[in-house]
């Protein structure tokens, strides 16, 4: 469990656990001005604090990295011996116009949704966990289904941010800059904090949702024909029983597509909640691995069954951002996604099956829920961008806390390099730098010659994205 020592307003340091959800809604950490600053964490509340926390003459200890709602599942927002900025206190939505909407780093993409959806609007995209920021969502390239075309990334949308660089410098960036602004989508907060962001907005839209149960086999067949066409499609895999549980997003206007708020809270508290509650306690109290994961497999299908296949026809944003609820509650989950081909889906998900099947055998460990799948069209508005190619598949392998997790998240690194994947340098567990330096090519060296203009003296990365973008 990581730590962090902070500072607060009048000196005194209390600890706090770096994954904590509620968190005081005060001002910590902006040190008195002749006191040499301790590491920790901050957490400013205006452009003038946050300047100060980036400004070199300010001492504060490097390296500085930005922390949103923190659910990234790498070391990216750790700052061992350094600061953390915690965005939490920047959270105001401070302009909407006929097309755009200008919000602090610190909101949420739920309190984003909501204030959009008062005037009927929103931004283009769906993302399936709305306690994220929209700073760590911009900065994090954070994607999500889409249908019709839509772009899978929220950072697509962000027609211009104000960042702070790592010399205490404001910078403006938009439109007029385009090539920088690609930059700073999915930067992962190695170039410079963002403050703001600007995205485009639109009137409300709403999917008919198609589901189907497949086994792989079928499914691969259907997806590989599906790769082009403008349908979203994301699906839950349970390797050991050979299913697939599909969901494709349609477009379709208000009338015809039927949103039942009410199902889809039910979908989203059996899927954050309930079902990792309930493996969690099996793992507990069932010893014998057989049945556990009998039991475990039994609950998903169920579960499938329930949540997806009959009670959810259609959605819209709207839905999807208010079925959940406040800040993520859940019990904590482990999880690694990377990217993958979307041609090669189909062999990819059967060498999957082996994969997790050997694993099991040979280790006896397992993860204990759905491998979740989306598909991301083409993509090329972040230099960094994982389907910057072609349209990829992102595999999520999620499990409750096991201690033989790391290792599996490791073997599944190597099984990622195996099928060409493309690692995500903030969900993407052990991740090696070649892996990495190969995904992203010249793109890559680009980043880095664009960071040491920046950063030259590296402020802004921890030893664990030192590896890969200096
Ligand atoms: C169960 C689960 C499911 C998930 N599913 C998805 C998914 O479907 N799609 C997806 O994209 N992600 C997914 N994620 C990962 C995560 O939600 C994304 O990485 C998201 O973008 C992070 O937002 P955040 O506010 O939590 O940012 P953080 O995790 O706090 O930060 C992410 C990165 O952005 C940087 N950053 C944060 N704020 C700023 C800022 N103001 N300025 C500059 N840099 C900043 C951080 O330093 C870090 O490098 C999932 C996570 C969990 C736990």
Redesign the pocket.
């Known amino acids: 469990m990581r730590h962090e020592t902070m500072a607060n307003r009048n000196g005194t340091e209390w600890r706090k656990q770096a994954g904590e959800k509620k968190r005081p809604n005060i001002n910590r950490g902006i040190a008195p001005k002749q006191t040499r600053p301790k590491p920790g964490v901050v957490q400013p509340a205006s452009l003038k604090q946050l300047v100060h926390i980036m400004d070199p003459a300010s001492r504060f200890p490097t390296p500085i990295?930005?922390?949103?709602?923190?659910?990234?599942?790498t070391q990216?927002?750790t700052a061992v011996g350094g600061t953390v900025v915690d965005?939490i206190n920047l959270t105001d939505i401070t302009e909407i116009t006929d097309t755009t909407v200008t919000a602090q780093?610190g909101v949420t993409l739920r309190e984003l949704a909501d204030e959009l959806a008062e005037q009927g609007m929103e931004v283009a995209g769906t993302?399936?966990?709305v306690t994220?920021?929209v700073?760590?969502?911009v900065?994090?390239?954070?994607?999500?289904p889409v249908h019709d075309g839509d772009t899978a990334f929220i950072g697509s949308q962000a027609v211009a941010m104000t960042v702070v660089t790592p010399d205490g410098k404001v910078m403006r960036i938009d439109e007029t800059r385009q090539n920088l602004l690609n930059v700073f989508r999915g930067s992962?907060?190695a170039l410079g904090?963002?403050l703001d962001v600007t995205f485009k907005i639109r009137p409300q839209t709403t999917f008919v949702l198609k589901q189907r149960k497949m086994d792989v086999a079928t499914f691969g067949v259907a997806a590989t024909r599906l790769v082009h066409q403008p349908v979203g499609i994301k699906f839950f895999y349970l390797p050991f029983k050979d299913r697939v549980y599909t969901a494709l997003r349609r477009a379709q206007p208000d009338d015809d597509a039927k949103v039942r708020n009410f199902a889809w809270k039910l979908k989203d508290l059996g899927e954050t909640s309930v079902l990792p509650a309930i493996c969690g306690k099996l793992g507990r109290i069932v010893p014998i691995q057989s049945l556990r994961y009998s039991l475990v497999d039994g609950l998903h299908e169920m579960g499938q069954s329930l949540f997806t296949n009959t009670l959810t026809e259609g959605g819209s944003s709207a839905a999807e951002y208010m079925s959940q609820s406040g800040r993520y509650a859940g019990p904590p989950?482990e999880?690694s996604?990377w990217c993958f081909p979307a041609q090669d889906l189909g062999m990819l998900l059967e060498a999957y099956k082996v994969f997790a099947a050997e694993y099991y055998y040979n280790f006896k460990y397992r993860c204990d829920m759905p491998v979740v799948g989306f598909r991301l069209p083409q993509d090329q508005s972040a230099l960094l961008s994982p389907s910057f190619d072609g349209p990829m598949f992102a595999l999520?392998v999620?499990t409750s806390p096991h201690p033989k997790w790391e290792d599996y998240a490791m073997d599944y690194a190597e099984f990622a390099q195996r099928w060409g994947g493309v690692p995500l340098l903030?969900?993407s567990r052990c991740a090696e730098q070649g892996q990495v330096t190969i995904a992203f090519g010249s793109r890559l060296d680009f980043f880095k010659r664009i960071r040491r203009q920046l950063d030259s003296e590296n402020r802004l990365v921890n030893p664990y994205l030192a590896q890969y973008v200096t």
């Open positions: 990295r930005p922390m949103g709602a923190n659910s990234a599942s990216c927002t965005m780093a993302m399936d966990i994220r920021t700073g760590g969502a900065a994090g390239g954070c994607f999500g992962m907060g904090i963002i989950l999880y996604t999520r999620v903030n969900q």
